[in-house]
């Protein structure tokens, strides 16, 4: 008799074609596998070179770039930055970064929603990153994608200005679950403006309950210093991580 | 939105295990998708046919487990299950509940010739 499929054989002339069986095999691994491993590199790399890395994440809009332009002027004398742009199109923000002399790198991302960590370890790639304290990846004005996507930063930080509603953290949890530091930029709108800043950072923490919240105006200068508080420990404290596994 | 970004490494792992099990195509892939894991089932579906494509995978089907989400409030440790990432414990109304399971997504079978 037939092993494959029971039939009579052998008989002469018994040959039609047995399918081979397909197989079925286990396996566990996230999706995000492969970023997750590029990420873990770009953060072992940036551990090495003593550099500390924010990923800013936003809605459009929200002042990054701008908070970028103010912090890299205000902070030229006591810190090197670099800074990677991530946008759908144009060179606007790398221009704008450009124009106060920090090494500055577009990353256009297409129809991209988010950076990832293999656009983070290429964009790098022309930095002198041993002579870098801080490199900000302005990652693409989105609240939900690049939430999922680790960089191999040290922080997310999301900022999220007063002319956007106080429920944004309820609408967009992901993010304020991921981010560790919220910046509520544009506080010198708030006269005009029917923004409840408590109810805001109360939405925030129910969330995220660890997420430290700063308030300022990146435009009036109001609250900038405690944010350059902030990335000056941030950057002592990633040399000392680093000192202490060197001794 | 990523949900295309993401069934493209979905594919790519499936074509990576298959060929490491020296398979020349793919007859289906299961993966499972947590109710918090912030990807839409749908949107996977709908990107999967296109992403498999000239690959290992084409004519593949695509199953999806789904694996609803369960926390556990940090006050009173009570669990319960969850439909959004702002959910109060049922039980004592604390805000903090820790995700025991529901933020999966995961390759877990393919089924290859």
């Not at chain 1, 003593?50 to 002042?63: D, M």
Request: net charge negative; proline share 4%; aromatic share 4%.
């Amino acid at each position: 008799m037939c092993n494959d499929c029971g039939c009579a054989a052998p008989l002469p002339g018994h040959e039609h074609v047995h399918d081979p069986p397909s197989r079925t095999i286990r396996i566990e691994e996230n999706l995000l596998a492969k970023n997750q491993c590029l990420a873990e590199t770009n953060r072992a790399h940036f551990l090495a070179q003593q550099v500390f890395v924010l990923n800013l994440v936003s809605s459009p809009g929200s002042g990054k770039t701008s908070i970028l332009e103010r912090t890299l002027a205000d902070l030229a004398e006591q810190v090197t930055f670099a800074v990677l742009e991530g946008d759908q199109q144009t060179s606007n923000d790398a221009d704008r970064i450009a124009a106060t002399g920090v090494p500055v790198k577009q990353i256009n991302t297409g129809a991209g929603c988010h950076l990832d960590a293999h656009m983070v370890g290429h964009g790098i790639e022309t930095f002198q990153m041993d002579a870098t304290d801080i490199l900000m990846i302005e990652n693409v004005g989105n609240l939900v994608c690049p939430a999922a996507f680790d960089l191999g930063e040290d922080h997310k930080v999301v900022v999220l200005s007063v002319t956007e509603g106080e429920d944004k953290p309820l609408k967009y949890p992901h993010m304020f679950q991921a981010a560790d530091l919220m910046l509520i930029n544009k506080i010198d709108l708030l006269p005009y403006l029917r923004f409840d800043l408590e109810q805001c950072k109360a939405f925030a923490r129910q969330v995220n309950p660890g997420i430290k919240v700063l308030e300022l105006s990146c435009h009036s200068g109001a609250g900038m210093d405690q944010w350059y508080d902030w990335l000056k420990q941030g950057v002592r404290r990633k040399r000392a991580v680093r000192n202490a596994e060197r001794a | 939105m990523h949900e295309l970004s993401l069934t493209q490494n979905l594919i790519e792992l499936a074509e990576e295990h298959a060929r490491r099990a020296g398979a020349s195509a793919i007859k289906s892939i299961t993966v499972k998708i947590g109710a918090l894991s912030g990807v839409i089932p749908e949107a996977m579906e709908f990107a999967f046919d296109v992403c498999c494509q000239g690959t290992l995978a084409q004519g593949a089907t695509l199953g999806i487990l789904h694996v609803p989400a369960i926390g556990r409030c940090r006050q009173c440790t009570t669990e319960s299950s969850m439909t959004s990432l702002i959910d109060s414990c049922p039980e004592c109304g604390g805000f903090v509940l820790d995700i025991l399971q529901g933020q999966e997504m995961a390759l877990t079978e393919l089924e290859i010739d």
